[in-house]
């Protein structure tokens, strides 16, 4: 009899063992699950910021890469020396750079005026030109990754 006694406390102590592992069990799946979660929103937190980084130090080489692509705009067409030739070249490792990262131009001239991507500067009439297209360009626009980085400044057609 004292086997038949002990039995059912046996059953009942590991029924009670059972659902304390599982109790545990889902406790350490939940932890875990947390861990996961925070270690993406970590990876996603560092990417951010270094995009972040990036965008800044871009926006401060933007102007000089601007200068450099005017500078070569006003470079006389019939002197085509080794010098312009170079600068052409520096001018051609400063897209890859760019591209690298991300970054291309908006473009404007012929284009219809989007105030996601356009800064209107002024407005002109332009004959044989419909209401709204980019007729000039002030100053380049980039995007980065698809997003605006810094939108280009125009003259529209009215």
Not at 44 to 69: C, G, H, R, T, W
Not at 100 to 117: A, H, L, M, R, S
Not at 135 to 152: F, Q, T
């Amino acid at each position: 009899m004292s086997d038949e006694q002990t039995q059912p406390n046996n059953t009942e102590e590991i029924e009670k063992l059972q659902a304390q592992c599982e109790e545990y069990l889902n406790g350490w799946k939940r932890a875990k699950a947390d861990y996961v979660n925070f270690k993406k929103e970590m990876e996603e937190k560092q990417k951010s910021f270094f995009n972040l980084a990036n965008s800044a130090l871009i926006m401060e080489i933007l102007p000089v890469y601007d200068n450099l692509k005017k500078a070569i705009l006003v470079a006389p067409a019939e002197q085509s020396n080794g010098w312009i030739e170079g600068v052409k070249a520096i001018r051609k490792q400063f897209e890859d750079f760019l591209k690298q990262y991300g970054i291309e131009e908006i473009k404007t001239v012929g284009e219809k005026f989007n105030p996601e991507f356009h800064e209107a500067v002024s407005k002109e009439k332009k004959e044989g030109v419909e209401s709204d297209i980019i007729i000039s360009e002030i100053s380049s626009g980039y995007l980065m990754k698809g997003k605006v980085l810094a939108p280009a400044k125009v003259v529209v057609s009215e």
